[in-house]
């Protein structure tokens, strides 16, 4: 089993930053795609960034131009730097990993347990 631990969300004001973190622990042959996710009250929980093993990124359009994602493969840890937070940013932010247990297993997904952004105007 695998489990994530989600950090660094918080309150902040409208134009301030945050980064969040989600490391992973357990039994890990090999991360493959790491995700943040996120959903607003009523709403969808949708894909704000993807990373994969090799280091590409796709993110969505909405926070293109604010939101970085990035790994430390070492540490199996996955960041999401958000930047010029807006309030319809707020949300519940969760992480999402690919892993697979072992060399000839199939592959996993495990979610992080959420971690609250609010963005206040």
């Known amino acids: 089993q695998v489990q994530l631990a989600e950090s660094g969300g918080g309150l902040v004001q409208a134009g301030g930053s945050l980064r969040l973190s989600c490391a992973a622990s357990?039994?890990?042959?090999?991360?493959?795609?790491m995700a943040w996710f996120r959903q607003a009250p009523g709403k969808q929980r949708e894909l704000v960034a993807l990373i994969t093993s090799g280091g590409s990124t796709n993110t969505a359009d909405s926070v293109k131009d604010r939101f970085t994602i990035s790994r430390d493969s070492a540490k199996n840890t996955v960041y999401l730097q958000m930047n010029n937070l807006k309030p319809e940013d707020t949300a519940v932010y969760y992480c999402?990993?690919?892993?697979?247990?072992?060399?000839?297993?199939?592959?996993?997904?495990?979610w992080g347990q959420g971690t609250q952004v609010t963005v206040s105007s």
């Open positions: 999402k990993v690919n892993v697979a247990h072992t060399r000839y297993s199939g592959s996993y997904h495990y």
């Open positions: 357990g039994t890990i042959f090999r991360i493959n795609d």
